[in-house]
């Protein structure tokens, strides 16, 4: 059971993380083309306040678009706006309070947005946590599945209206949902969602990122035949030198820190796909795809298989309490 549940995961995760670094090695990160002005338009970015969240603010901002950053640290957040509206950008910065990890305060984020009476043009996924110690949110959820995918997953259905609403033909409303190599490694066992029966938080991580690509395609083939003008995507930042690597094993942690200087992608790399499905005008009326390094590509099989996308769905809408619609 150890083997199977705990060092599989590792290896498994250990393994995608050395074919993208090999894949970083040979291939130059995806450069931004010169992207039209987004004047007008809305933006949440959840995890907004420092890494690649804060690269994709900041260029959603300086592109004229209102962002909204999302997120639990205030101090951070408020430093993060201070620093766009310093770069002179063209757009409107403000930090709003949530905590991905309480159901509550996801709720009470989105009750309060839809009561300003903004548009909501582009909503972006990001916030996230990799490899922590086994612990649950304050709802009884496995933490990774629960910041990762969960909060997020009620956070887009709670303000799905607003998107539709906002979003027409020609200029659609974008989900971006901030996924990870990792989820090729990842496996959703429906009856130990929450990890309980052996914990490994490289499987925990894995389930949370390889959700988040199941999600993604469900939702689009939902909006697609009620003809909504709105598309989701998932994107995949490749390895990025960010502080989601701090929770690493300790030898883990001494072998990354040269490694990343050389072949990790920078937070302004690591951002450039997820700002490009956000705003390009390429990406005009495409959803339903996985993207890394700018380029549309396969995700795992497993991520395809439309019963599981449903049951997750499913199981999803009853763990954080919405009608199954």
Known sequence: MWLRSVLLPLLRLYLCG???????MFNRSFTLPVLSKQNGRVAIVTGGTRGMGLETARHLASLGMHVVIAGNEREEGIAAVRKIHEEGSEGKAEFVFVDLTSLKSVKQFAQTFRDRGLALHVLVNNAGTMLVPEMQTEDGFEFHFGLNYLGH????????DLLKRSGRQGCCSRIVNMSSATHYAGVLNMDDLN?????????????????????????????TAGGF??????????MVDTALYDNLWSLAQALKKPVAKILFRTPAEGASTAIYTAAASEMEGVGGCYLYNGQKTQSSDLSYDS???????KKSCELVGLQDA
């Not at 009620?154 to 303000?159: A, G, H, R, S």
């Not at 019963?307 to 769905?313: C, M, S």
């Open 195 to 223: 990890k309980r029966i052996c914990y490994s938080s490289h499987g925990a991580y894995s389930q949370s990122k390889l959700a988040l690509v199941l999600f993604t395609y469900y939702l689009q083939e939902q909006l």
């Open 229 to 238: 003008s709105v598309t989701v995507n998932a994107v995949d930042p490749g």
């Open 307 to 313: 019963e599981l996308q449903a049951e997750l769905w």
């Open 153 to 160: 997953f009620l956070l887009t259905n709670l303000l799905m």
């Open 18 to 24: 050395v074919k993208v670094l090999l894949y970083q």
